[in-house]
């Protein structure tokens, strides 16, 4: 009776093996060949740069921190009392403990974080899953992203009188009125 089983299950095997015979392949030659991951896949959490500048676009507002549920996200920067912004001194990101749930991404309001659709960065060390502010520009310099910050409006330039040729006419003087007053008179 086993026998028969396995002799069954051998033909429904080669059925499904004989159904995509000639058929395009669906699998790749990894590593040789690598998949392109789709626009809003969460590989790893990057920082954006401005698109001109090439600054960093965070604030050090500290949201992605405070939204992050797992402590992932570690930044220090203190408060400047005299202009009330603060100063980005360390922006940490810990893998080991991202759970890529996006939630930081989403709690940015200044184009400054984005889940990148990029992949292979395992490590078999522990301290490399940590990046610092700079590792993470630099892998966000090439990712895309629209820019939703609203900028302060450019000074208009002043608008300088037109230069002509014809003399204009100005009135006289008040002394040089009374004087030609007298003339008259
Ligand atoms: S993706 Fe989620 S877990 Fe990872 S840093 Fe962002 S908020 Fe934290
Ligand atoms: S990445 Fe965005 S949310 Fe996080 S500190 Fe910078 S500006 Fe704020």
Redesign the pocket.
Known sequence: MGLWKDIKNLFVGMRITSKHLGRRAITIQYPEEKWTMPERS?GI?VLLSDKETGELNCTACML?MK???????RIVAPRDEATKKRDLKSFD?D?G?????????E?CNFSA?K?AAKYEFSTINKDDLTWDVKKLQEIGRDVDYVDTRKKKAEPKPAVKPAVTDTPVATAPAPAAQSEQKGETS
């Open positions: 969460r959490v992605c939204a992050c549920p797992t402590g992932a996200i990101l893998f403990l991202c759970c890529f749930c996006g939630l930081c991404e709690a974080l889940m």
